[in-house]
């Protein structure tokens, strides 16, 4: 069965998608740590980041770098929290949350009933500053 991102983008399941390309997408997170979570993940369904090929990893860290930098513009944070553990989902994604301290990237403390309207929200911040910096794969609303 295909993964819950690879549904995504095949328009299989809802999403609120802020960057795409022929190799990477980026979609803001189901259930937010904060506002302004997103999930940078591979086009291709690999279950490691370890098993990624080494092409498919530099996007994929540029992409999140790009997005990281839109973070911290649209959400004012002292910096960008980045994971990666792809245990629910086995297909890797890496989770950008722009944070003020460390606590902020705890898992166990995600929005389990989130608004979409505010998740809408945080992304049209984010897409307007992928267009501040010059992203190109940015996803119009």
Request: glycine letters at 4%; one cysteine or more.
């Amino acid at each position: 069965m295909a993964s819950k991102f690879t549904q995504k983008l095949e328009g299989q399941l809802p999403a609120e998608f802020i960057w795409k390309d022929k190799l990477v997408a980026c979609v803001m997170a189901d259930h937010p740590l904060k506002e302004g979570h997103v999930v940078v993940f591979p086009r291709q369904e690999v279950p490691h980041w370890i098993d990624l090929d080494e092409q498919s990893w530099l996007h994929l860290m540029t992409v999140c770098q790009v997005i990281g930098r839109a973070l911290r513009v649209s959400f004012q944070s002292l910096r960008v929290g980045m994971s990666i553990i792809a245990l629910q989902v086995p297909h890797v994604h890496v989770h950008l949350v722009p944070i003020n301290d460390g606590s902020e990237m705890d898992f166990q403390k995600a929005e389990k009933n989130p608004q979409t309207e505010a998740i809408a929200a945080a992304a049209v911040k984010i897409r307007h500053a992928l267009c501040i910096l010059g992203a190109t794969h940015a996803v119009d609303s």
